[in-house]
């Protein structure tokens, strides 16, 4: 397999650091050789305007200039490897990198597909989302339910995902969306299994996504928040001056996950985000995502 290996150095909130920086501490724990024997194509990372920490104009989101950057180049990368031939594997920054992978898949695929591993359903609609971060949004952004007011050229690639080609794995925000009146999108027909109902058997509920996803979409992509895993047992997500939303997965279910989906076929790119190298002094959780993507790559087929 020919993989084209991509750096996202994005933080959502346009903070110097923090996200922004995980690709780079990701290679420096072996990313690059975990990747092995695939062929690497390794271009670099996405080049990104100065971040900012104020709301922008067209979207209303933090970091607005390096926001619509990065959902551009992506949209560019990823449609073009894809188009290729190549397996395209995403890492750094949030899951606003959504933006631009799934509009690339929409581009170069009939009917593109998203199996979307994440403690939250991302679908805060733009005038709720209190802190402005776009990794809250992006989920309800490509599927068209929220949105309205955007304007700009993020506007004109949206939406880009059909509800049957989402498939929804590990949430555990019903407290959160309940804050806010925000439903969840099972109520309009998306395909989700929570972490209450998954738990048990993560295998089989990954069985049953990619089932789902085979069924109503021609080719998808793997997307792995990483704070769908317990916190407990993977501190380097989310945001430090946030409490920690309890529970999760541990990191045997999410590669039991990750690999039982990929190993069912259909998959032709991966993505892992919200990994913070500031909240992990030692590098276990560096270490740990390697492994993570070591261990999915390998089920590919």
């Not at 670099?44 to 990065?70: C, D, H, Y």
């Not at 209450?196 to 992509?221: F, I, K, N, Q, V």
Request: net charge negative; with cysteine; charged share 25%.
């Amino acid at each position: 397999m020919r993989i084209e290996l991509i750096d996202v150095p994005f933080d959502g909130f346009g903070r110097d650091g923090r996200q922004a920086r995980a690709a780079a501490a990701l290679r420096d724990a072996g990313l690059v050789g975990a990747l092995a024997p695939h062929t690497v194509e390794d271009n670099g990372p996405l080049r990104l305007p100065a971040f900012e920490t104020r709301r922008g104009p067209q979207t209303g989101l933090l970091n607005e200039p390096a926001l619509l950057a990065m959902t551009e180049q992506l949209n560019e990368r990823v449609a073009a490897a894809v188009s290729g031939g190549a397996f395209p594997v995403v890492v750094g920054g949030d899951c606003a990198l959504l933006l631009g992978v799934v509009t690339a898949l929409r581009d170069v695929v009939e009917r593109p597909g998203l199996l979307f591993l994440d403690g939250h359903e991302d679908t805060m609609p733009l005038d709720v989302v209190e802190d402005g971060e776009a990794a809250n949004c992006e989920i309800g952004l490509l599927l068209g339910v929220t949105g309205r007011l955007l304007t700009g050229p993020l506007a004109q690639r949206l939406p880009a995902l059909e509800t049957d080609g989402l498939a929804m794995l590990g949430q555990r925000d019903d407290q959160w969306r309940r804050r806010f009146n925000v439903g969840s999108v099972s109520d309009l027909g998306v395909w989700s299994r929570p972490l209450g109902r998954l738990r048990d058997d993560p295998a089989e509920a990954a069985r049953a996504a990619t089932t789902h996803l085979r069924a109503h979409t021609d080719r998808w992509w793997l997307h792995v928040d990483l704070d769908v895993l317990d916190p407990e047992v993977f501190p380097a997500q989310g945001l430090p001056d946030y409490p920690d939303e309890p529970d999760g997965l541990d990191l045997a279910q999410l590669t039991a996950i990750t690999t039982e989906a990929i190993g069912a076929g259909g998959c032709v790119g991966l993505s892992a985000a919200i990994y913070d190298p500031e909240q992990d002094p030692d590098g276990s959780c560096a270490a740990a995502t390697v492994d993570l993507v070591r261990a999915t790559v390998r089920a590919h087929r």
